[in-house]
């Protein structure tokens, strides 16, 4: 079956513009993560979805950063006023269910270059 | 503060060779895992260990939970070219929900 697609791939941006990140999780997973990957802090977390609600919010840096999700399905993560410093790979995952017995697919990311 | 520290950062070995990763934490956690990701591609999960001192084996690959649950190793035997990539270890902190928290990171190069 289909994996956890994300879109764009690639993302080039000036400073200051807004942008918007998609995620398309395994149909019927339930639990649905953003982490951001970055050379210099490695791999974290942001934001996590049980259904269309976030329980945990913890990760995201600032308040330009939000997501949403939708029926339960697609996410989309919006960056305002984008700085060089969110330059990065955004990815996602999907699992059934929340909890740390599920195992957690990954999609192949988003490339966010922000100049 | 990095919560898992993985090391060594990066690794270049021959083919045959053995090498092991480590994956260190002064927190304990209630599950941990290792992925391998290649490049432009998301982290694949490669193993899950849950109880303190489990071992588990993958072919060529022996994984190691510390009995105290705050530490890993990743051994692998006998390294291929396919086993190039980046090895990530994370971990579920007890109490910390379902976030994953990821290790530093090993870069493998394995040469023939």
């Known amino acids: 079956g289909a994996g956890v697609s994300q879109s764009p791939s690639n993302k080039v941006t000036e400073k200051g513009k807004d942008v918007e990140l998609r995620c398309d999780p395994i149909s019927g997973h339930t639990a649905l993560y953003w982490y951001r990957q970055s050379l210099g802090q490695g791999l974290e977390f942001l934001i996590y979805?049980?259904?269309?609600?976030?329980?945990?919010k913890s990760g995201l840096p600032s308040d330009r950063f939000s997501a949403e999700r939708t029926g339960g399905s697609v996410s989309t993560l919006t960056i305002q006023r984008t700085q060089q410093e969110d330059s990065a790979v955004y990815l996602c995952?999907?699992?059934?269910?929340?909890?740390?017995?599920?195992?957690?697919?990954f999609g192949p990311g988003t490339r966010l270059t922000v100049t | 503060t990095q919560l898992l520290e993985q090391s060594p950062q990066f690794l270049s070995i021959q083919e045959g060779e053995n090498l092991t990763v480590y994956c260190n934490s002064s927190s304990v956690f209630s599950s941990l895992q290792w992925y391998r990701q290649e490049p432009g591609e998301g982290p694949v999960l490669l193993v899950t260990?849950?109880?303190?001192?489990e071992v588990k084996k993958l072919k060529r690959l022996t994984f190691q939970f510390g009995d105290a649950r705050k530490d890993s190793s990743l051994h692998i035997t006998a390294a291929q070219p396919g086993d190039t990539g980046l090895y990530l270890c994370?971990?579920?902190?007890?109490?910390?929900?379902?976030?994953?928290?990821f290790g530093t990171g090993t870069q493998l190069k394995v040469e023939l």
């Open positions: 979805f049980q259904g269309n609600s976030a329980p945990d």
């Open positions: 994370a971990g579920s902190l007890t109490g910390g929900g379902n976030k994953l928290t």
């Open positions: 995952a999907s699992s059934l269910s929340s909890g740390a017995a599920y195992e957690q697919y």
């Open positions: 260990v849950v109880t303190g001192g």
